[in-house]
């Protein structure tokens, strides 16, 4: 779905018609239907179809009749019928494709009720069309405030201003009933025109907007689906889908419409499965179903006294074990036939480049410098318990002669073998000072240590 103008560039880059919705081939719009009988001329003497189908603003179409044999071809903008004034529009579909389309929405061609095409726009009306609709967007913001100061359980989704500007629809959605007619007083006043409030569904509101659904592609009521079926969770419980909300709503926050899409595909399916309640009956207990592998015609059972340990068994197999019980026989065990399960080996691949990883741009973390001031730990003892060694200190003595190579300060923490060897040293110097204070030394007869203990004798 693109015009010639939405090719992509030469980079790649898609180049886009910046048409805002107004396409003039009418080949990127919402809805849009192929004419593939163009190329083809009607058999002789058989007059045009004279009904023509015209787009407006976000998908809404509408048929009238060319009463004046215009010669009109797609992409044309036109003055149609309104009421009151008139409206502008594009021509969206011509031809007998237009018959067919009438048909599908079951509207009868041969109908007053169809309106008439003036003539082709001017360039006076485009002015005036391009003009208001330049103005929707403010307009919009504008009437949800009015609605939240009067305190409406509405949501005004869309505004759509009529072509010459003498009528402006608001399109909203409410879960109820709401009174509006203090709300359409207002805006009469603010935007002097007359006004129109139409309520539509939380689906059409969703089609008119359009959107990127959770595959990565347009919404289908958007491009093309036109009916709204009613889905149930009956569709994904039989497609064994996970019964959350958040996956399984979609735009419009009802069930996704692509829910039924492939519902009867896997209805035809299960009848060939037994039943999902069948209980099988052996001579180790009875069985119950806990899986069933639709693509691959599988079946997962497990006892009822042991429910960690599932068993695989084909439709084949569970289909004759349900003959052997209505014969009332029991078979011996699920064993003798369940499948054994290969596990493949999970083919782990590393990329070099590091492009699959999620933080390849955040920047590294910086490593903290270590501290020059901050002394070593010993490896595997923690500096503050008991078992850590004491800072040593190394004392200078005559009978130590290598400590005075040794700096006269207070040794850093060491290795538990470096430890060791400075306290076996430690213990050796004492026990060498110990020996040098006991040993004897020579007798000197000058010296006042040897002179006998003066003791206090009485005087002559």
């Not at 726009?121 to 967007?137: F, L, M, T």
């Not at 596990?343 to 782990?348: F, H, L, S």
Request: proline share 5%; aromatic share 8%; hydrophobic share 30%.
């Amino acid at each position: 779905m693109a015009c010639t103008s939405c090719s992509t560039s030469d980079g790649g880059a898609p180049k886009g018609c910046k048409n805002n919705g107004t396409c003039g081939t009418d080949s990127c719009n919402k809805l849009t239907v192929f004419d593939w009988l163009s190329n083809m001329s009607l058999p002789t003497g058989q007059a045009p179809f004279d009904c023509v189908e015209i787009r407006f603003k976000n998908g809404r179409k509408e048929f009238y009749r060319n009463t004046e044999q215009l010669t009109l071809s797609i992409g044309d903008i036109v003055a149609t019928e309104a009421s009151p004034g008139h409206d502008i529009g594009i021509v969206s579909l011509t031809g007998e494709l237009v018959k067919i389309q009438m048909k599908k929405k079951k509207i009868n061609p041969a109908s007053n009720d169809i309106g008439k095409i003036y003539r082709k726009a001017s360039q006076k009306d485009i002015d005036v069309w391009s003009k208001v609709r330049d103005q929707e967007e403010k307009i919009k913001v504008k009437a949800r405030e009015f609605a939240i100061f009067q305190k409406l359980e509405m949501k005004i989704s869309d505004v759509e201003y009529q072509g010459d500007g003498t009528k402006i629809s608001f399109y909203y959605t409410a879960e109820d009933r709401i009174d509006f007619r203090i709300l359409i007083k207002d805006f009469a006043k603010e935007f002097n025109a007359r006004i129109e409030m139409k309520q539509i569904g939380f689906r059409q509101e969703a089609s008119r907007l359009g959107g990127i659904g959770s595959c990565g592609r347009e919404l289908c009521c958007s491009t093309w689906l036109t009916d709204f079926r009613s889905v149930n969770t009956s569709a994904a419980r039989y497609q064994q889908l996970s019964l959350n909300p958040q996956k399984l709503a979609g735009q419009c926050g009802k069930l996704k419409c692509c829910l039924n899409y492939e519902l009867d595909t896997y209805m035809d399916a299960l009848k060939e499965f037994p039943s999902f309640d069948t209980k099988l009956v052996t001579e180790k207990g009875d069985a119950i179903c806990q899986k069933q592998d639709i693509f691959r015609g599988l079946m997962w059972f497990a006892y009822t006294n042991n429910f960690a340990n599932w068993h695989v068994l084909k439709i084949e197999q569970v289909k004759e074990i349900i003959a052997e019980n209505k014969e009332k026989n029991k078979v011996s065990s699920l064993e003798d036939y369940a499948l054994e399960v290969i596990v493949e080996p999970q083919k782990d691949f590393n990329n070099a480049m590091g492009q699959e990883s999620l933080t390849r741009f955040d920047q590294p973390k910086r490593k903290k410098r270590p501290s020059k001031n901050r002394k070593p730990n010993p490896a595997g003892v923690a500096p503050n318990s008991p078992n850590a060694p004491r800072a040593e200190r190394i004392i200078i003595t005559k009978n130590n002669p290598e400590a005075a190579v040794a700096p006269q300060k207070d040794s850093v923490l060491r290795q538990e073998g470096e430890v060791r060897s400075d306290n076996a040293n430690r213990n050796r110097n004492r026990s060498k000072n110990a020996k040098n204070r006991n040993r004897k030394k020579p007798n000197n007869p000058d010296s006042n240590n040897n002179k006998p203990e003066s003791r206090n004798e009485p005087k002559e």
